[in-house]
């Protein structure tokens, strides 16, 4: 395990997954663009790219940042987890509860095992 904590590496799987869903969601973007008839193929397209940058973003914060024990890769995480957590509510608010409680748990999953003691000592060391 090279002294990773396993909460270091839940918090790495779980940003990796998370980078892998908007790569994915950026690459159906594409597809549908390019393969249908958007209203607006600018913006239609600007959401592709969105989706594909953010999810190379998060696989590398999660394999060259968490997963290498980079102490970079965990301000990146836990903004992500942040960011996640008003989707979620707004989901549950608008009656979205297969998506809404899915990402709650794993915006909180992500953000408690980022903060954890042991991810904490595994990144910074005991100063």
Do not use: C
């Not at 965990?74 to 009656?95: E, N």
């Amino acid at each position: 395990m090279n002294g990773r904590p396993l909460t270091l590496l839940i918090a790495a799987a779980i940003v990796a997954v998370e980078g892998l869903i908007a790569l994915g969601l950026g690459v159906f973007v594409a597809i549908e663009t390019l393969t249908g008839r958007p209203d607006d193929m600018t913006t239609a397209l600007a959401e592709a790219a969105f989706g594909l940058l953010v999810g190379a973003g998060l696989l590398w914060v999660a394999l060259g940042g968490l997963f290498r024990m980079e102490k970079w890769g965990r301000s990146p995480g836990v903004l992500t987890q942040i960011f996640m957590l008003p989707v979620s509510v707004t989901l549950l608010q608008s009656g979205q509860a297969q998506l809404g409680i899915p990402l709650l748990v794993v915006a909180v999953a992500g953000i408690v095992t980022l903060l954890a003691p042991p991810t904490t000592h595994a990144l910074y060391g005991d100063g």
